[in-house]
């Protein structure tokens, strides 16, 4: 693991603390580790997302809800798995 450092204002640091106290976690370490993994996902899926949209309206042919449905699903679990967030 290598260490960074990061400055921040005094009450964004109160904040945290607070936060690591009623939320149980151990150091603000583990908070903001936490925090980092969460926004990272939170932007992979935003882009999952995305790259949905593209594909919505795209077929240019007749399809039943059916072959829509199955189409969607096989798409989202492309993503997951080119995400890994299966």
């Known amino acids: 693991m290598e260490i960074i450092s990061i400055k921040m204002d005094k009450e964004m640091l109160k904040r945290i603390d607070s936060l690591v106290k009623d939320n149980n976690y151990g150091t603000r370490t583990e908070f903001i580790r936490s925090s980092i993994r969460e926004k990272m996902s939170r932007l992979e899926k935003d882009q ?11 077929s240019k042919t007749h399809t039943t809800d059916a072959q ?15 995400y890994n967030l299966k």
């Open 48 to 58: 999952i997302i995305k790259e949905l949209m593209k594909l919505k309206g795209s």
């Open 68 to 82: 829509l449905r199955k189409t969607r699903i096989e798409v989202g679990n492309e993503l997951l798995r080119e």
